[in-house]
């Protein structure tokens, strides 16, 4: 048997769900490719723009992306940080930064 007090708590907590629900399925979706993007913005920045020292990454070609990346991976390219970020992308991961930098306007 409930007790008044357990009554109220499921009631309150009911009433909160069932108010709050339509605000998390209105919810913005993030894509795989904006998480990823995330970590590039501390130094590329939000929208990919760079600054006088770091590239700008917005509108790169994908195919230049990839390369790039895969050269940080192997020691190819050099750099002073990027190839520790590259070896932890996948070539999917790489792929799907790729096409994301590369649609940005």
Do not use: W
């Not at 939000?46 to 050269?71: C, H, W, Y």
């Amino acid at each position: 048997m409930l007790t008044a007090n357990l009554m109220f708590r499921t009631l309150v907590v009911g009433s909160l769900y069932v108010t709050l629900l339509p605000e998390f399925a209105q919810a913005e979706v993030v894509s795989r490719a904006e998480m990823l993007a995330n970590s590039c913005a501390a130094c590329h920045g939000a929208d990919g723009r760079g600054s006088k020292t770091i590239p700008e990454l917005k509108g790169i070609e994908v195919d230049d992306f990839v390369k790039t990346m895969n050269g940080f991976q192997t020691s190819e390219e050099s750099s002073t940080i990027m190839d520790r970020h590259a070896k932890e992308y996948t070539d999917e991961d790489i792929r799907l930064l790729a096409e994301y930098f590369a649609g940005l306007d």
